[in-house]
């Protein structure tokens, strides 16, 4: 039964989703001990502002060649403080399973809540747009571990150019995680779009080539389990823009 509710949800996201993006994931050949890496990941993004603030969600699927290996997914809600909407309460959830192991399945991203403040900023226009977020971040009980509090920090850009061709956009997130090294995980995977749409005679076509790059430290796990390192994986990608 679990089943169909998870692809109840997928089939949800994706009717919902403002883009669905593909990704080749090239960790796997740079990184010998990430040679059990998923090589397909599977992105479905929404953000929806409204008269109150905003909401913004996204699922990431991995596929190893014989099926799905494991998902992850945020979903974040927005409450306007101010009449410029530049600050707002922020309150968030994360968490998902993956695989370490081609079959085996383990729990990778412990339940968190996160609650605090974002500082959003956009161009008249929106072409450009960043947000500041500083989080307070509670664990719930996961992969062997008891509940534990934390925070986190995150900023999120994007900036299309070029007369609409091209888009650079990523976040970084820094953490708190007493179990690594350093007690803190670094996240950033910025991304570079080439955006047919933006090409004379080209306006219909809501496709954009590029790529990512997940820079990482004590974030992703190796074939043993372990995540206590620094890593720069690059992914070939293709972006459907609804």
Known sequence: ??????????????????NVQLHYDLGHNLYNDLDGRPNVTTTIEMFKP????????????????????????????EFNLTKSKRWAAHIEYNGGVTS??????????QHALLVGAAWNWASADYSKTFSLQAMYKQYFRGMGRGAFPGFQLTAVWADTFAGGKCTFSGFLDVWRDKDVNGKLIVLSEPQFWLNLNGFKGLEKVKLSLGAELELSNNFVFNKEGKNNRFYAIPTVGAKWTF
């Open 50 to 77: 409204d008269d109150w603030g905003s909401t913004f969600l996204f699922t990431d699927i991995d596929y190893f060649p014989d099926g799905a290996a494991g998902a992850y997914w945020e979903i974040a809600r």
């Open 1 to 18: 039964m679990r089943k169909y509710f998870i692809l109840l949800f997928v089939v949800a996201m994706a009717a919902a989703a403002q």
């Open 100 to 109: 370490l192991k081609h079959g085996a399945i383990a729990s990778r991203f």
